[in-house]
């Protein structure tokens, strides 16, 4: 499973979701984690957004922690 982590410091229990992403970035053969830090990015960084937004049409699940 392609997971993509955007990081944003808007999730209130972001220690429990790290343990739980974590656990899951151990089973390398079923899933694939890539995280992707949106803190302090403006939307002048086009390159950037467009990269990010192929990630995220092309996971199978998106958490944003």
């Known amino acids: ?3 993509i982590i955007l990081e944003t410091d808007v999730f209130p229990d972001k ?3 790290g343990e ?3 656990w899951l970035k151990e089973d390398t053969v079923a ?4 995280r992707h830090d949106l803190r302090g990015r403006t939307p002048t960084e086009h390159e950037w ?3 990010l ?6 996971a199978d699940l998106v958490v944003t922690v």
């Open 1 to 3: 499973m392609r997971i």
């Open 53 to 58: 937004l192929d990630a995220i049409l092309a």
């Open 15 to 17: 220690q429990v979701m």
């Open 31 to 34: 899933h694939r984690l890539s």
């Open 49 to 51: 957004w467009d990269e």
């Open 20 to 22: 739980a992403l974590a």
